[in-house]
């Protein structure tokens, strides 16, 4: 035996000497990543929430790459298309280089989760280690619905319309969204999508006025339903929508994150993670994701009648505006 194998062999001992020592083993050795890390902030509506430095305060005491992503602005359409192709160009741009962690806030965690089922298959979806979603909506209805009952809204009188859960969403989409079709890809559908090795942080406000808290329990249910043991549900008081999320909190998700070996260290075992993975099988839970499920699935049925009776109501008004223009012209001739 050669000098330089011998030397070899030496070095091996040691560190494993060296980490049984220290109360890791060998196994765990192998376990640790050492591939670059970079994040990705994904901010939501009109680029709120996800903002850089608060992102980088997350990740306290580790040099990340942190890169924000402004989904789209004008004519929103609320985490599908158009915020998907826009998220895709950026990611695109991405060399591949390093493992990725994603930082999304509402309409961007939206868009992820869409992004996801639509891409599942592509090499750049393996390399998403964690997803940190602040104020996720299960479906876009459900967030105009919230936002226009809650106690910022300014047209909470018309949630108190029959049926209005069912057609206020196309109200918002002529009036505001025009991109948005409230029977497409929602995330309640599309976070099945989510491979069950990717760590998933749920980051949710109980008196958030834009997205009710039940949405990121139902969230939380489906993951962990679906054999996603990775999953965690920080429930923070307080009525913010973005930026939720505290310097403790970034203390608790880094821990998360070394027990995952997505970032380097050594975890502190002395952070309970298990007040942050609540029984998912929680009646309550099952029932809330159940009854959204249910919701955005009798969005996919009545979108067909609903578009129909707007074309003949508008094709009435049409007709009536007609014959009142035509009978005025005659009386003035």
Known sequence: MNNRVRNALACVCMMMIHYTVHGMNWGAIQKISTKKVKVYAVAGLGGGGSDTEYVRNLFKGHDLDIERIVTSLEDSDLGQDRCIRKLREELEKDNGSHDIIIHASSQGAATILNYMAEESNQERIRRIKCLILEGLYMSGNRGITHTLRGPKGEFGPIMHAPFSESWVPYLARLIRFHGYCPSKQQPIKSIAAVPHDVVVIMAHGQEDPKVPHDDACAGYHALRQQGNDKTFLISKPGS??????????????????????????????????????PDHKNENYRQIYHAIFAQESMHEQIATPIYVTAALFAGYVALRSALYVRKKLYRNV
Not at 243 to 265: A, C, F, M, Y
């Open 240 to 277: 913010n929508h973005t930026h939720v999320l505290e310097s403790s909190d970034g203390v608790v998700i880094q821990e998360i994150l070394k027990t995952h070996n997505i970032l380097p260290g050594n975890a502190d075992k002395t952070i309970d993670l298990a007040q942050y993975q």
